[in-house]
């Protein structure tokens, strides 16, 4: 997705869940570099688990 489809995405969450944005907008003033680390660990476990469902699906089907 690019930049602007994911600050698109940004804005939805922002206007429905407007608590869940102002507690990620407060943990990032407070450790930038703590909380973006962290997101980033679960974006990889995302990516991960996503492909291992994919090699699933493939191997099911064989």
């Known amino acids: 997705m690019c930049l602007n489809g994911e600050a698109y995405n940004f804005w939805l969450v922002r ?14 003033a ?5 909380f973006i680390d962290k997101a980033e660990k ?4 995302q990516r991960a688990t996503a492909a291992a469902k ?4 493939i191997a099911e089907k064989d």
């Open 15 to 28: 206007a429905l869940y407007t608590e869940v944005c102002n507690t990620i907008e407060t943990k990032i």
């Open 30 to 34: 407070k450790d930038p570099k703590g």
């Open 42 to 45: 679960e974006m990889a476990k």
């Open 54 to 57: 994919a090699v699933a699906v």
